[in-house]
């Protein structure tokens, strides 16, 4: 017989999502937070009338909360690590072309 341990989460008396983990539970939860606090905001703007809509919009901003903070300009983008990655490679070539023409 197997044990699975299974994190459930409940919001209003439904349950929502089950996750084996709980650092996903917890994330998923907070995410649940963020919706429920921006929907008193997002139905004062009087855009959706539709209370579904409206749920819709709030888990989304809450779920692209990063991508919503740098577009407020509150948070900085992070820098793609490719592009360091490309710049050692860079340097690494030019130090292996200095050296062939020493060589040579």
Request: proline share 3%; no cysteine.
């Given at each position: ?5 299974q994190?459930v989460v409940?919001?209003?008396g439904?349950?929502?999502m089950t996750f084996t ?15 429920e606090?921006?929907n ?6 009087e855009?959706f009338?539709?209370?579904q ?12 909360r990063e991508?919503?903070l740098?577009a ?9 690590k490719?592009?360091?990655?490309s ?8 130090s292996?072309?200095?050296?062939s023409?020493?060589?040579?």
């Amino acid at each position: 017989m197997a044990v699975v341990t299974q994190y459930v989460v409940i919001r209003d008396g439904a349950e929502k999502m089950t996750f084996t983990s709980k650092a996903e539970a917890d994330a998923h939860d907070k995410i649940l937070d963020m919706a429920e606090a921006l929907n008193p905001l997002i139905k004062d703007s009087e855009l959706f009338t539709d209370e579904q809509q409206l749920e819709d919009m709030a888990l989304f901003l809450a779920k692209e909360r990063e991508n919503v903070l740098i577009a407020l300009g509150a948070k900085k983008p992070k820098k793609p690590k490719t592009e360091k990655v490309s710049a050692e490679k860079v340097e690494s070539s030019k130090s292996n072309d200095k050296a062939s023409s020493k060589a040579a």
